[in-house]
Each structure stands twice: as structure tokens, then as C-alpha cells.
């Protein structure tokens, strides 16, 4: 699993610990996934609310198929939007197209085809927690969306 992340510097110190944070938080989930262990992974630490009951149950749906990926998820497109000290927005893209399904028992990999269900567009409201780590705390995404298509 390689996660290559795009635009990470913007120059503001706010945007850019929420865009480092962001690639730590998107880490955890793949990690989870990647070793069948959500214990370990650290999601808690960087989500909350209703996108760690989301993030939770995405990754408990794949430790249950016993499925990872390999490749790279590139990052791509990411703005920020910081509302004041604790509380901003978060959007990007993920090309998915260089990744395939893995089964963590057998090491078989499922290639997947490139469609325009490759590139997602994702959403995030996040806040600054006490630490001063910024939790995502709202997640949607729009798998195929028009404004991530290359």
C-alpha cells in the first residue's frame, strides 16, 4: 500500500497541520485493513463522531472478507476552508485506479478495472480536539464524481 499525497504545503500553518493530520488520519484506516487489527490503527485518535462510526465500519467490513489492497491511492485536488481556530472543511480527490484488491489470507490480488467509480471526491468537516490534533468529524464521499475525473 503506497498513499501519495499531493499539495501538501500551502504556506498557512493551519491549513497545513490540518492537511498532515488529514494524511495520518487516512493512513489509519488502510493500516487497520492492511494488518486485520483495528485496535492498532489509531483511528480513534484522528476521527470522531460520525465519520469514526463510519470509518469503523468500513474497515470491520473489510477485516471481515479478509480484504486489503496494494498499489497507490493518489491524493490529489485537496483545498482547505478554516472557519476559525477549531473548525474547518476539508475536500479532495482519490485516484484509485492504480489499486487492487487484496485477500489478506491468500496474498491473491483481484485487479481492478479503471472506471469512472475509480475517482472519489471526498468531503470532510473537521475540528481541532483539545490535543490540538484536527479530528475528522464529518465524512461524505461521491464515488465517480465529476471533479476528480482525469
Known amino acids: 500500500m503506497k498513499l501519495k499525497f499531493e499539495g501538501q504545503q500551502t504556506g498557512d500553518a493551519t491549513k497545513d497541520a490540518i492537511l498532515a493530520d488529514n494524511e495520518q488520519a487516512e493512513g489509519t484506516v488502510w493500516q487497520a485493513m492492511a494488518y486485520g487489527d483495528m485496535k492498532k490503527s489509531g483511528m480513534a485518535f484522528y476521527y470522531t463522531d460520525d465519520a469514526l462510526a463510519g470509518v469503523y465500519e468500513y474497515a470491520k467490513g473489510a477485516i471481515a472478507k479478509k480484504t486489503s489492497w496494494a498499489g497507490t491511492l493518489r491524493y490529489f485536488d485537496r483545498r482547505v476552508t478554516v472557519f476559525d481556530k477549531e473548525s474547518a472543511a476539508l475536500t479532495f480527490c482519490v485516484d484509485e485506479s492504480r489499486a487492487d484488491l487484496k485477500n489478506r489470507e491468500t496474498n491473491k490480488m483481484q485487479r481492478t478495472k479503471t472506471t469512472?467509480?475509480?475517482?472519489?471526491?471526498?468531503?470532510?468537516?473537521?475540528?481541532?480536539?483539545?490535543?490540538?490534533?484536527?479530528?475528522?468529524?464529518d465524512l461524505t464521499e461521491d464515488r465517480g464524481s465529476q471533479k476528480c475525473q482525469p
Open 116 to 137: 469512472p467509480n475509480s475517482y472519489v471526491f471526498y468531503n470532510l468537516g473537521v475540528k481541532k480536539n483539545e490535543a490540538g490534533v484536527w479530528q475528522t468529524w
